[in-house]
Each structure stands twice: as C-alpha cells, then as structure tokens.
C-alpha cells in the first residue's frame, strides 16, 4: 500500500518497484509540478553495513545527478537521507523505462533504435566529461518521455563513481546482464565499460533477447567473461550488417578492440541513421565473386591470392540506396571504400569536384590520420550503389605483408591524383 505522503510530497501512485526502493509519482505542492519520487525500501537499513552502504548510494545519487544538467539525463531536485528514512525526488518522466522495447513483438524501428541509443551516448559522454561513470547501463534505468517518443532520459546514477574519488568499484553493484568482462571480473572499470552495457541494451533492443540469458549469475559471469554471444541476425535475419558491426564493436570483451570513446559510438550511429536508406543486400555477392571483383582491380595488382582473401574477411560489403549520404564533408573519419557497383559524386560546398564509378576508391586520406583526420568533401549515391568499406582499425589488425601492399597502392593512388591535379593547374595556368 502507497503511503499519503513521503516528506512534503504528496504521493498518487506507485510507479515501479525494485530489489531496494519503491519509486512513485508525486505532487510537490510547493513548486506546483509533478515528481518521481524514489524511497529505499526500509527493510534495508535494518543490518547497519548495508543500511550505510544504501543510504551512500542514494546520497551519491543525489550529489552527482544533481550536477548534470543535460536534456538526456534525469533532473534531481530534491534528497533526504536520515537515520529513519532515504529518499530523492526528481524529475518526472511519464513515458516508462526501456524495457518495453527490449521484448519480442514489442521491437522498435531500426531507426528509432538508432536515435535512442546516440541520445544515450551523448548524455553518458556528457557524464564522463564531467568525470562521472553510470556503471549500471540498462533499460530500466533509461526512461522514455512518452512511450511512443525517441526523447530519453538517463536515470539512476546511485553506483556511478567520479573520477576524482579513490572508490572506483564497490562489488556486487550493478545488473550482471548488463556488465562488462571487466566488471564482472571486478577489476578497476573505466567509461568503456559503460558502452559495453549500452552494446548490450543495444542488442537487446534489436532482437528482444539478451545476449546471455541464463538460469543463474554464475553461469551468466562465466559467458560474459568467455564467451562470443549469439549472432543478431539468430534472432532477427534482417538486422542491417551495419547495426551488427557498431553493436560487435561496442561489446567486444578485450576493451582495447571495444570503442575507445563516446565520440567514435556516436559517430557510427550518426552514419547508420544517416543511411537508414541502406537495404540488407537481397543479392549479396558469394566470395567467390568477391575475389574475382577484387583481383579486376589495378589497386590490389600486387596483393597475393592469400591476401585478398584477407581483406575480404575483414571488409564490409553494403548496399546502399540513391541519394544516401556515404561521407560527409567536415565529419572525422576512420574508413575508406571502394565502389563496386554504381556512381557516386563527390562534393566540397556546392562544387562537384568529380564523379566515382565502380573501382574507384574514396575515404582513404583517414588512414595517414590516425582517425582523427576531418573529411573535406561530402560523397553522395546518385544511384544505387554496392560498396567495400574498410576501417582502419581493421587494416591495422590485418598481416604485415596486407598492410604494406595497401600502403604502397595508396601511395600510387595519392601519386596519380597529385600528378593530374598539376596537370589542372598547368591547363588552367595556360
């Protein structure tokens, strides 16, 4: 049964319960505005280690939720934590958790899921410049504004640690589903961790599964820490290849292959939404025919058989639809393509500065950046096109003899456009 009131908040129903709290929606009298109200379950201040440990987890709460003010995060307005009771009130958001989202039959859009995911990204890079990281990511800790909206709020920052605190990891906090190989191993955790856990709620969301679903914690702990997961595409066989890899990446256990910034999960899922007119690739080409497009090349002329074979394992080959946006001018970039099939027209402003016809090669300046170099014109599918698109964090995983023979091609490439650039010049000069 719902109290009457919880301090001077007039309570009208319970929203929710969970292991340790009650949350319900309230009226705060005094600023004439709704409210969530979260209250630790009594029950739990009994044994007196766990009631402090309780109490320091609402108070952290308070303190660093209160210091976030970002459209994306939940508001906190008001904390009380004394001997008797413990309690926030914040911001009231009317939609419900993610969780509805997360089951079979309930599937978002791959669009919506891709908008919902970079306003989380933006929101919890914006927490980790302010030196705080969530540690317990998951999709009833991400609410919506109304259940039919893509507007989401990031809520319940009781196990997040700052940067400058000594504490950065207290046990058993935090939802296993959700955690890192390394939080489970509870070994010190950074903001990696944190995209681990939206890779997860991520994945959940497109196929309504977990990617480990067992019967108990221990055998869960044992997959997370050593196991691959099951294929999105088990699930949902028309899951885009491009969703497939950003999520991959996200979840990849050895947290130097995982996406090393907020910035580089934005980014993809910037181009994803971008391309959301990309279609899977009814008619996906067998590697056979793969190789043989390859070997027709003058780019990969010196590249042995073995090789090839290489760069087809880790290229990624999409589809993409007239008039989608494949590189934008002033974005980073970390990949580079080759058109296989199809035309596309680059662009720096409004000026056409050339026309690529299948294999022909674009993107490639990111590789002399390390990532970080910005694109200076914008490339754009005038018909349906067929791409081979490599990162650069793939080539730099490949074998030295694959590397050095891409390198010296685009160095050929580099040295032929420099050569009919001058020749511009000269005819232009003249």
Same mark, same amino acid.
């Given at each position: 049964?719902?109290?009457?009131?919880?301090?001077?908040?007039?309570?009208?129903?319970? &929203?929710?319960?969970?292991?340790?709290?009650?949350?319900?929606?309230?009226?705060?009298?005094?600023?004439?505005?709704? =409210?969530?109200?979260?209250?630790?379950?009594?029950?739990?201040?009994?044994?007196?280690?766990?009631?402090?440990?309780?109490? !320091?987890?609402?108070?952290?709460?308070?303190?660093?939720?209160?210091?976030?003010?970002?459209?994306?995060?939940?508001?906190?307005?008001? *904390?009380? =934590?004394?001997?008797?009771?413990?309690?926030?009130?914040?911001?009231? @958001?009317?939609?419900?958790?993610?969780?509805?989202?997360?089951?079979?039959?309930?599937?978002?859009?791959?669009?919506?899921?891709?908008? /919902?995911?970079?306003?989380?990204?933006?929101?919890?890079?914006?927490?980790? #410049?302010?030196?705080?990281?969530?540690?317990?990511?998951?999709?009833?800790?991400?609410?919506?504004?109304? *259940?039919?909206?893509?507007?989401?709020?990031?809520?319940?920052? $009781?196990?997040?640690?700052?940067?400058?605190?000594?504490?950065?990891?207290?046990?058993?906090?935090?939802?296993?589903?959700?955690?890192?190989?390394?939080?489970?191993?509870?070994?010190?955790?950074?903001?990696?961790?944190?995209?681990?856990?939206?890779? @997860?709620?991520?994945?959940?969301?497109?196929?309504?599964? &977990?990617?480990?679903?067992?019967?108990?914690?221990?055998?869960?702990?044992?997959?997370?820490?050593?196991?691959?997961?099951?294929? +999105?595409?088990?699930?949902?066989?028309? /899951?885009?290849? %491009? +969703?497939?890899?950003?999520?991959?990446?996200?979840?990849?256990?050895?947290?130097?292959?995982?996406?090393?910034?907020?910035?580089?999960?934005?980014?993809?899922?910037?181009?994803?939404?971008?391309?959301?007119?990309?279609?899977?690739?009814?008619?996906?080409?067998?590697?056979?025919?793969?190789?043989?497009?390859?070997?027709?090349?003058?780019?990969?002329?010196?590249?042995?058989?073995?090789?090839?074979?290489?760069?087809?394992?880790?290229? !990624?080959?999409?589809?993409?639809?007239?008039?989608?946006?494949? &590189?934008?001018?002033? %974005?980073?970039?970390? #990949?580079?393509?080759?058109?296989?099939?199809?035309?596309?027209?680059?662009?720096?402003?409004?000026?056409?500065? $050339?026309?690529?016809?299948?294999?022909?090669?674009?993107?490639?300046?990111? +590789?002399?950046?390390?990532?970080? $170099?910005?694109?200076?014109?914008?490339?754009?599918?005038?018909?349906?096109?067929?791409?081979?698109?490599?990162?650069?964090?793939?080539?730099?995983?490949?074998?030295?003899?694959?590397?050095?023979?891409?390198?010296?091609?685009?160095?050929?490439? &580099?040295?032929?456009?420099?050569?009919? *650039?001058?020749?511009? /010049? *000269?005819?232009?000069? =003249?």
């Amino acid at each position: 049964m719902s109290p009457e009131r919880i301090g001077k908040y007039e309570i009208r129903r319970l &929203l929710g319960e969970g292991a340790t709290s009650s949350v319900y929606l309230a009226w705060d009298p005094f600023n004439q505005r709704e =409210v969530a109200v979260k209250r630790i379950n009594p029950v739990f201040f009994k044994p007196p280690h766990r009631g402090r440990l309780f109490r !320091q987890l609402l108070v952290n709460e308070a303190s660093l939720a209160g210091k976030l003010k970002h459209p994306h995060i939940v508001r906190i307005y008001d *904390a009380v =934590v004394d001997a008797d009771d413990a309690y926030v009130a914040m911001e009231y @958001v009317p939609g419900g958790t993610l969780e509805a989202l997360a089951r079979p039959g309930r599937l978002a859009s791959f669009e919506r899921v891709i908008e /919902i995911i970079f306003k989380c990204t933006r929101a919890i890079n914006y927490a980790f #410049h302010n030196g705080i990281t969530h540690r317990d990511i998951k999709p009833a800790n991400i609410l919506l504004s109304a *259940a039919d909206g893509n507007d989401i709020r990031i809520s319940d920052f $009781g196990a997040a640690f700052q940067a400058t605190s000594e504490v950065t990891q207290i046990a058993n906090l935090g939802s296993p589903a959700y955690m890192s190989p390394q939080q489970v191993r509870e070994v010190q955790v950074d903001h990696r961790s944190d995209i681990y856990s939206l890779g @997860v709620v991520m994945y959940q969301l497109l196929t309504g599964h &977990l990617p480990f679903e067992c019967d108990n914690n221990y055998n869960l702990i044992y997959r997370i820490a050593n196991e691959i997961p099951p294929a +999105l595409t088990e699930y949902r066989p028309e /899951i885009p290849e %491009e +969703l497939q890899i950003i999520v991959q990446r996200a979840m990849e256990k050895d947290v130097e292959h995982r996406y090393q910034t907020w910035g580089e999960f934005s980014h993809d899922l910037t181009l994803a939404f971008r391309n959301c007119a990309m279609e899977p690739d009814q008619e996906a080409l067998p590697e056979t025919e793969k190789f043989r497009f390859l070997r027709t090349l003058p780019f990969f002329d010196k590249f042995s058989d073995a090789e090839l074979w290489e760069t087809i394992g880790f290229s !990624q080959w999409n589809q993409f639809q007239p008039g989608t946006v494949i &590189l934008k001018e002033g %974005e980073a970039g970390d #990949h580079f393509s080759f058109l296989v099939e199809g035309e596309a027209q680059a662009k720096r402003k409004r000026t056409l500065l $050339g026309v690529f016809t299948p294999g022909d090669c674009f993107g490639e300046i990111a +590789l002399f950046s390390a990532g970080k $170099g910005v694109r200076s014109a914008s490339v754009k599918a005038t018909s349906t096109v067929r791409l081979i698109t490599i990162r650069r964090q793939a080539l730099e995983r490949a074998s030295e003899a694959c590397r050095m023979h891409f390198y010296q091609a685009f160095l050929t490439v &580099l040295a032929t456009r420099l050569s009919l *650039a001058s020749s511009r /010049i *000269a005819n232009f000069e =003249v």
